[in-house]
């Protein structure tokens, strides 16, 4: 069954450094997402992306983090400068659809659990 | 109290009976959509009702939505040792494509 995909699995990183998280979404999907969960707390949306724009970002989506889809398969999470509170794990979602909605479900990767330091 | 809330926050049983878990959402939806996460691991998707669905049936699954109180049950039944683990309801908001997670039920399944 195809899946969702996300390198590192995990990520040390000193505090004030570039990271780059990446994920191979499934061939077919068209639409992409990143959430976070902070260690004991609920999953928290960050950012969605299709058509090769952002189409809804989270408060929590500021100036330091960006998305990008270099090619036809990867999509990245990048994070300028990072924070102590950005230690979470981060997940990758795709879903399948057509148009500027998906109503179908999102597959999630296994995460990149990201320390900083 | 926010979006995506579940109760209970802890529910262990005995293999073989059911559990039933339960999650609320404050603004209109298009889907509900329940992941199961094991310890330390990635969601896994495990079944979608969309919001003119009232209940949905995957193997030991079964799901009911109720727009009108806005609330999802889930409903495992004939549980089994591997269904221990944290079961996350998700509400696909009307007009945005983002998923709203609640806190999550910490399933116990003793053998």
């Known amino acids: 069954e195809p899946e969702v995909t996300q390198t590192p699995s995990h990520q040390v990183t000193q505090m004030g450094q570039e990271v780059i998280l990446r994920c191979v979404p499934i061939?077919?999907?068209?639409?992409f997402y990143w959430y976070r969960q902070i260690l004991g707390q609920k999953v928290e949306f960050l950012v969605s992306?299709?058509?090769?724009?952002?189409?809804?970002k989270s408060e929590i989506f500021d100036d330091q983090f960006s998305v990008e889809r270099p090619d036809g398969s990867n999509f990245t999470l990048k994070i300028r400068s990072t924070k102590l509170e950005d230690s979470a794990m981060y997940f990758c979602?795709?879903?399948?659809?057509?148009?500027?909605?998906?109503?179908?479900?999102?597959?999630f990767g296994d995460g990149t659990r990201l320390s900083i330091l | 109290s926010q979006q995506g809330e579940e109760d209970p926050q802890a529910l262990s049983i005995q293999e073989g009976e059911n559990a039933t878990m339960n999650c609320s959402y404050k603004?209109?939806?298009?889907?509900l959509q329940w992941y199961r996460q094991n310890s330390g691991r990635g969601l896994v998707h495990l079944i979608l009702?969309?919001?003119?669905?009232r209940e949905k049936h995957s193997g030991r699954l079964r799901v009911t939505l109720d727009t009108s109180k806005k609330s999802s049950s889930l409903l495992i039944t004939a549980s089994r040792a591997a269904d221990t683990a944290s079961y996350f309801c998700?509400?696909?908001?009307?007009?945005?494509?983002?998923?709203?997670f609640g806190q999550g039920t910490r399933l116990t399944i003793n053998p």
């Open positions: 979602a795709s879903s399948a659809g057509t148009g500027k909605w998906s109503n179908q479900p999102q597959h």
């Open positions: 061939s077919n999907h068209l639409y």
């Open positions: 992306f299709y058509n090769n724009e952002i189409s809804e």
């Open positions: 603004t209109s939806i298009n889907n």
């Open positions: 009702i969309r919001s003119n669905e």
């Open positions: 998700a509400s696909l908001i009307q007009g945005a494509q983002k998923l709203v």
